[in-house]
């Protein structure tokens, strides 16, 4: 006798009474669930086709709904917008385009009456040029004090027409451009590791630190439950800035540490900031985006004085293999154990191709793809490595619209691509547009209910169907598995905290693990495999058949189990 589990289970309840708020609880970052809001592509308010923070705020009960614990809102400072905001002009005050200081106030008491916590983005390696100290620095020319708050130096050659060493932006490029003097002439040159308009702070000016300290009590006091760190490996660089003596030196970016990027000295800042976070109650965090050569250089950013998470890349960017996830787990909690830290994993963000659409192509093409693939398997695999992340260990982030099963948008017309990365050629590829589109909530209407005048990038017509109107309620949908599943990881015990799992025989392509009295299966081989049945199923990422010999779990799925009665 056979029993098919599906996906299409009962739906969690939505309304607000049949969803546990997050109350204060100690800890509460070691096992959360943080949702990432890119604003201008979440909720539009007032129909000028960019989404803000007032539309965040109108869309707050869907995230307590859906289950997660906090929300990371990407950059909405007062920005000339040369990098869709990670170029900060006023680092208190919000941009016009998303609202003012009052909605952002209203965001965060809305936040924590609904028992969602609020981490804001901070980006402290470099700002806007149209910030007020390098406008100022530019404008009094050489010998200028504000100079020395960024990385301005003389040229190299005859009359200095070469840049002072060898770096390359990560958008392509030089790393340096050269000013224009006050009095016209061709004159000093300043380090951006990224754009042009977003000139790299020099960290060895004390006004530099004393500056954010004051912001990050600006933002405290405003409310805030932590910051994600932008480019946190990225803030000190090496002793006189010495040439790499290298070509193409994206493709080293991960594999070795840099002259600019995870020196040592960067730790020491972080323990200032940790200090002055913990004056603050209710348990504020701070999160890392640290590239590093490996985990365990990851881990030096998690110290119990340093930060409290580092966002997992290795996690991100492993394909989708039983081996090789498994390699990067086991070395992902071995790192986290000795330092106390929590893992983190990540399947997608603003800055890669979404999930959906990178297991839909063949592996070894990286972070960020330019071809669809095929958008069938890239969902089921999408849908079964998420119940795999969530089923491990420590602190998982969900970027918005995955839950919807959103892929790439791979075929966005050049004229309204706006990723700085696209118009400079050599550098990141520049496809990050595709998975900033902004998200589907209706059936209909000029933007899918994402505002009442259309959307800064286009959406596809087929996203009617992925709509949150579309899959809510609808047994079996992506939206109601991710519901599903944030529902059971807490109210189960087994689920979340912890730093380890105890790992199951299994056959070839399939990771099986315990943790307590829950079982995670994740078939990523291409055939159904039988393994044992290991009690109640609780959720299944697509159809699997219990029989006497056994659970039959189809190619790309993953399933859930609760072995106790």
Not at 83 to 94: H, M, N, Q, T
Request: hydrophobic share 40%.
């Amino acid at each position: 006798m056979s029993q098919q589990h599906s996906a299409a289970q009962a739906p969690t309840p939505t309304s607000a009474a049949a969803v546990a708020t997050v109350g204060p609880r100690r800890d509460w970052w070691r096992d959360a669930v943080i949702y990432q809001v890119y604003p201008r592509s979440f909720a539009d308010s007032n129909g000028d086709g960019m989404g803000d923070l007032e539309g965040v705020r109108s869309r707050l009960p869907y995230l307590r709904d859906l289950g997660v614990d906090a929300v990371w809102l990407s950059p909405f400072y007062a920005s000339p917008q040369a990098d869709a905001g990670y170029d900060v002009a006023d680092y208190r005050a919000v941009d016009p385009m998303f609202g003012n200081l009052l909605d952002a106030d209203a965001l965060i008491r809305d936040a924590r009456e609904l028992g969602l916590r609020i981490i804001v983005d901070l980006v402290p390696n470099h700002s806007s040029d149209q910030h007020e100290w390098f406008k100022r620095a530019v404008a009094e020319g050489p010998g200028s004090p504000l100079r020395d708050r960024y990385h301005f130096r003389p040229g190299k050659g005859k009359s200095g027409e070469l840049p002072p060493n060898d770096w390359e932006s990560i958008f392509g490029g030089p790393a340096w451009t050269r000013v224009t003097e006050p009095d016209g002439t061709p004159g000093e040159w300043y380090l951006h590791l990224f754009a042009p308009e977003q000139p790299d702070f020099n960290w060895e000016h004390p006004a530099v630190g004393d500056e954010f300290r004051s912001i990050l009590r600006f933002w405290l006091d405003m409310g805030v439950d932590g910051f994600r760190i932008d480019v946190a490996h990225g803030l000190v660089k090496a002793a006189g800035l010495p040439d790499l003596g290298s070509h193409d030196q994206l493709k080293l970016l991960g594999n070795d540490v840099m002259p600019f990027f995870d020196q040592d000295g960067v730790h020491a800042i972080y323990r200032q900031w940790r200090l002055i976070l913990d004056e603050y109650s209710g348990e504020r965090i701070f999160v890392a985006e640290a590239w590093t050569p490996t985990v365990e250089r990851t881990a030096n950013y998690v110290r119990p004085d340093e930060l409290h998470q580092a966002f997992n890349f290795q996690y991100l960017s492993t394909e989708w293999d039983a081996k090789e996830l498994r390699t990067v787990i086991d070395r992902t909690l071995e790192a986290m154990r000795p330092v106390g830290a929590p893992a983190t994993w990540v399947l997608s963000n603003h800055d890669v191709t979404r999930h959906a659409t990178r297991f839909a192509n063949p592996p070894g093409l990286g972070t960020q793809i330019r071809t669809a693939g095929d958008r069938e398997l890239g969902l089921r695999r999408a849908r079964a490595a998420t119940l795999l992340m969530l089923a491990l260990p420590g602190s998982a982030y969900v970027y918005q619209g995955e839950e919807l099963g959103l892929p790439d948008v791979v075929d966005l017309p050049d004229e309204v691509r706006q990723d700085p990365a696209y118009f400079r050629g050599a550098g990141q590829d520049g496809f990050r547009d595709g998975c900033r589109v902004p998200i589907p909530w209706t059936r209909e209407g000029t933007s899918y209910g994402f505002g009442t005048g259309g959307s800064w990038l286009p959406q596809p017509a087929e996203w009617a169907e992925l709509s949150v109107e579309a899959q809510q309620g609808v047994a079996g949908s992506t939206l109601e598995l991710y519901r599903r599943a944030l529902h059971l990881r807490r109210t189960q015990p087994d689920l979340g905290a912890g730093d380890a799992v105890e790992w199951l025989k299994a056959p070839e392509g399939v990771l099986a693990f315990r943790r307590g009295d829950f079982v995670c299966v994740a078939n990523t081989s291409t055939e159904s495999v039988r393994v044992p049945s290991y009690g109640r199923v609780l959720l299944t990422s697509g159809e699997v058949a219990e029989t006497d010999a056994g659970t039959k779990i189809p190619a790309d799925t993953t399933a859930w189990w609760w072995t106790t009665a």
